[in-house]
């Protein structure tokens, strides 16, 4: 079952742009990650948000959680090459596994 | 180097063979994971064990099976009843405990191929 839905699927920007990605979701959540995964690779976590918490930090990352809402944004500012990758996010409703969104494909072009 | 592994990279089968995915992890985690990822799409979770000797299917379980016989290692295997194993596989491990969960690690994941 697939309990994050992502938007947009795909985005491409100029590299210096800001990128935002959101997430949304359908039951109540102990918290919410973000993952990154480039091409034919693993995934790497970015970023854990709590219930509890409404914004988190993290370099150039800022991950927002409205739990009213069940949703999450994910802003990468001064974009670059590097960041080009598919992200997704996973929620844990306390189950002991995560479940995963579909991703957004992100393509930052130089 | 602490991390998760797995093997083979890229693994090619013919229908009807069973084939088994290694994960191993030196990250002296409790929980391991298997997920299947097809293209364009999300991961799906195949099957999760939170202390050795114990694991639980996830979402989409039939046509594979599993051991936990070590904390270490979290074999996976993609019997011929799985009607269509051709995939991206992952592994990922974690810690586990009483607060919400822990970020997961990921390996980088094994194509299987079947034709």
């Known amino acids: 079952s697939q309990q994050g839905e992502e938007d947009p699927q795909a985005l491409s920007i100029q590299e210096g742009e800001n990128a935002t990605m959101n997430c949304s979701y359908k039951?109540?959540?102990?918290?919410l990650q973000w993952y990154r995964q480039n091409s034919g690779r693993g995934l790497v976590h970015l970023i854990l948000?709590?219930?509890?918490?409404r914004e988190k930090h993290s370099g150039r990352l800022r991950v927002t959680l409205d739990t009213s809402k069940k949703s999450s944004s994910l802003l990468i500012t001064a974009s670059r090459a590097a960041d080009t990758a598919s992200y997704f996010c996973a929620t844990d409703a306390g189950t002991g596994k995560l479940i995963f969104g579909q991703g957004t494909t992100l393509q930052v072009k130089p | 180097d602490g991390g998760i592994t797995q093997s083979p990279k890229y693994l090619f089968r013919k229908e009807g063979q069973n084939v088994t995915l290694s994960c191993e992890q030196n990250?002296?985690?409790?929980?391991m994971y298997w997920y299947r990822q097809d293209p364009g799409q999300g991961l799906r979770l195949i099957y999760y064990s939170q202390i050795v000797n114990d694991f639980q299917k996830g979402d989409i379980a039939e046509g594979y099976s599993v051991s936990r016989e070590k904390k270490e290692s979290f074999p996976l295997t993609v019997t011929s009843a799985q009607k269509n194993p051709t995939a991206f596989y992952l592994c990922?491990?974690?810690?586990?405990?009483?607060?919400?969960?822990?970020?997961?690690?990921f390996g980088p994941g094994t194509r299987l191929t079947v034709t």
């Open positions: 990250l002296n985690h409790d929980a």
């Open positions: 990922a491990s974690s810690h586990t405990g009483t607060a919400s969960s822990y970020e997961q690690y």
């Open positions: 948000i709590r219930s509890n918490e």
């Open positions: 039951t109540s959540i102990n918290n």
